[in-house]
């Protein structure tokens, strides 16, 4: 399968249940966080953003969660479908670094039909 | 369609030979971007150009020069290549500079092969 070798942190689940993917981030100073959605083959692609002074944003089927407490971002989708499995990347901006992103390592999600 | 692109798609070559990369966006940004993507699906910025102006120039071996001739445009191009330069390189786009945030949009990778 595509995880073979690529030893991403890996999320498995049923079509229709809800999803959780996970990031850590390490600077205080970042102070925007993005979401992208990378499918086999693909460029990523945005999904979802949400600034520092903010704790929630919702979109369409996903919600991001910022807790700068312990510096932790999480994207929830809703109904997960066949068509959500992809690689799933945080990304962060750091205030002062000229709008550089640091992305995270990736999360392997699998729909299961 | 109003996107990022980028040619080659593919591009196989052999250890030591010069290669070029081309990206073009049509979304009216500022600001591209260079990035590489490992085996590890690892994603790591290279470069970035804000109105043909060197921006981020990240611990890049000299034998990457991009090069910008216009704003719409960002090019990479590659020296001597080598077995590690094997990867995916992705252009991205965003709007800094109109005060429209830093969202970066992304083209759909070149897949390099060096043998």
């Known amino acids: 399968g595509e995880s073979v070798g690529l030893h991403l942190p890996t999320l498995s689940v049923q079509e229709g249940d809800n999803s959780i993917i996970n990031c850590a981030y390490s600077?205080?100073?970042?102070?925007?966080f993005i979401w992208y959605k990378q499918e086999s083959g693909k460029g990523p692609q945005f999904i979802i953003d949400i600034r520092s002074n903010m704790d929630k944003r919702q979109g369409q089927r996903v919600t991001v969660l910022l807790n700068k407490t312990v510096k932790h971002l999480s994207l929830q989708i809703a109904a997960t479908q066949p068509g959500d499995s992809a690689v799933y990347f945080c990304?962060?901006?750091?205030?002062?670094?000229?709008?550089?992103?640091?992305f995270g390592k990736g999360t392997l999600l699998t729909v299961n039909p | 369609d109003t996107a990022v692109s980028q040619t080659p798609k593919y591009l196989v070559t052999q250890m030591g030979n010069d290669k070029s990369i081309k990206c073009e966006q049509n979304l009216g940004h500022d600001t591209m971007y260079w990035y590489k993507q490992d085996s590890k699906k690892f994603l790591k910025i290279m470069f970035s150009y804000n109105n043909k102006e060197l921006i981020i120039n990240e611990t890049v071996p000299n034998r990457f020069s991009p090069k910008s001739p216009d704003k719409a445009h960002l090019n990479l191009h590659i020296n001597s290549l080598e077995l590690g330069d094997s990867a995916v390189y992705f252009c991205?786009?965003?709007?800094?500079?109109?005060?429209?945030?830093?969202?970066?949009?992304f083209g759909p990778g070149t897949r390099l092969l060096v043998l």
């Open positions: 990304a962060e901006n750091i205030l002062g670094s000229n709008y550089k992103l640091t």
């Open positions: 600077n205080s100073a970042s102070d925007y």
């Open positions: 991205a786009s965003s709007p800094i500079g109109r005060g429209r945030g830093e969202t970066q949009y």
